[in-house]
């Protein structure tokens, strides 16, 4: 059974930071690609940042230059670094696992909750 399980999520003050995780179990970790998405009230899901398998990363131009995406293979975690928080990234956000070949083989986690508040 795939499961990814996020955590990190909480409510911090805008300017704070946060480390999301996404932890992987029932793949082949090191085969997929990771991302993460957010979706805040009211609104669609939104991609955010994105790791190849090879290590290659992709940001939303809204995030860039705040969120670092990361994975370890070694522990089957994806993470997500985000700073300089605004309370507009208040969101539910979410980690997506996708085969490097097989597109069908695509799981989601439950997500985990941001909020950024003073």
């Known amino acids: 059974q795939v499961q990814l399980v996020e955590s990190g999520g909480g409510l911090v003050q805008p300017g704070g930071s946060l480390r999301l995780s996404c932890a992987a179990s029932?793949?082949?970790?090191?085969?997929?690609?990771i991302s993460w998405y957010r979706q805040a009230p009211g609104n669609q899901r939104e991609f955010v940042a994105a790791i190849t398998n090879g290590g290659n990363t992709n940001y939303a131009n809204s995030v860039n230059g705040r969120f670092t995406i990361s994975r370890d293979n070694a522990k089957n975690t994806g993470y997500l670094q985000i700073n300089s928080l605004k309370p507009e990234d208040t969101a539910v956000y979410s980690c997506?696992?996708?085969?490097?070949?097989?597109?069908?083989?695509?799981?989601w986690g439950q997500g985990t909750q941001v909020t950024v508040s003073s």
């Open positions: 029932g793949i082949t970790f090191s085969e997929y690609h």
């Open positions: 997506n696992a996708i085969h490097r070949i097989y597109s069908r083989m695509n799981y």
